[in-house]
């Protein structure tokens, strides 16, 4: 696929965006904590939390390395990266119209941490993930912090788009694109990131995460 650049069918991959940045919170009385790793595993979106979608990497979850801050955090001196603990990711494809999402966790030993990265690695690299004509689009009241672009992956057009949000100690990257137009468009991106920071939430609470698409 020419938008391959966006999604890896690795865990490795990353890349991933709300828009309007912004602290309203949705999260009621929801907690800030450090996620374990298996804390973060389980916040990453399974194949039961993904109808209609089929997995193509499984939900992971390592400590944060020399490897994973230059994939995470690709400028200098894998700046936003700093008291990272974790990084998780899971990749899912929609057959019917072969759009893909690549989801991303950085989990933060505190909440200064991932509040003090989130700016870092925004302007610095996720902000330029869906290409130089992309534009900004609302992603609601999703998480602490948001911002989220819709342009273009590939080089024929091909629709893609990266939302960045933070919940408390974590950054969440969801990045979701397609082979051809109207294979994905801002409402499925908008629920797709509001699933992913809401698993995150639920982890935070010390929950199991159980939110799903149409939840």
């Known amino acids: 696929m020419r938008n391959s650049r966006w999604c890896a069918a690795t865990a490795v991959a990353l890349l991933l965006t709300g828009c309007g940045g912004g602290t309203e919170d949705d999260s009621g009385n929801g907690k800030a904590v450090p996620l374990t790793k298996e804390q973060v595993r389980k916040a990453l979106p399974d194949g039961e939390a993904m109808a209609g979608w089929k997995q193509s990497a499984r939900p992971m979850a390592v400590e944060m390395n020399e490897l994973y801050r230059g994939l995470d955090c690709p ?16 990749t899912f494809r929609h057959d019917a119209d072969a759009a893909n999402v690549t989801f991303l966790i950085i989990a933060y030993d505190s909440e200064p941490a991932a509040r003090k990265a989130y700016d870092v690695l925004w302007d610095g690299y996720y ?20 911002n989220a672009r819709f ?7 091909e629709p893609g ?18 082979p051809r137009k109207g294979g994905i468009d801002e409402d499925g991106v ?16 010390g929950d199991q995460p159980s939110a799903a698409l149409g939840d």
């Open 161 to 178: 788009a990266v939302a960045q949000i933070r919940v408390g100690t974590t950054l969440l990257w969801t990045l979701a694109a397609s």
């Open 151 to 157: 342009g273009t992956s590939g080089f024929q057009g």
């Open 75 to 90: 400028i200098k001196d894998n700046a936003g990266c700093e008291n990272a603990r974790f990084h998780g990711a899971s």
């Open 190 to 205: 908008r629920d797709l990131a509001k699933l992913l920071a809401e698993r995150s939430r639920q982890a935070q609470n």
């Open 127 to 146: 902000g330029g993930r869906a290409g130089q004509r992309a534009k900004t689009f609302a992603l609601g009241p999703i998480g602490d912090e948001r």
